[in-house]
């Protein structure tokens, strides 16, 4: 579940804010009902970065490039029939080991295949 934007500028204000009453992170995590961590994690990120937006390059990377998605598109727009499996044994005859599920995950963005 993701933390609610309000409560991350809530907490920043809470703590550091020279308008705002500079509350302990103790006394911020009692008041917005969350844990000492999680009041410490946004103050420390904000401290870092000046601001509370995720960074860039977070989350897991994906698997293939932007080279071998237009591949996956293709080779699916040159033959409709293909199963998601045959254009994932496919893909893998040119050297990209994936499931047919990022098969399909890749045609859902481009629009070609709905769930």
Known sequence: MEFPIEKCWEII?????RLGPKLS???????????RNTV????????????????E??????????REN???VA???????????EIS????RQGVDI???TVRRRLNEEGLYKL
Do not use: P, V
């Open 99 to 101: 499931s047919s599920a």
């Open 57 to 66: 390059g977070r989350g897991r990377k994906r698997k293939t490039s932007e």
């Open 70 to 72: 237009l591949d996956i």
């Open 75 to 85: 080779i699916a727009k040159k033959n409709r029939t293909k199963t998601l499996a």
């Open 40 to 55: 410490e994690t946004w103050i420390h990120r904000y401290q870092k970065t000046g601001d509370i937006q995720n960074e």
């Open 25 to 35: 992170t103790r006394a911020i995590a009692k008041e917005l009902q969350c844990s």
């Open 89 to 92: 044994i496919s893909m893998k």
């Open 13 to 17: 204000f809470l703590h550091l804010h």
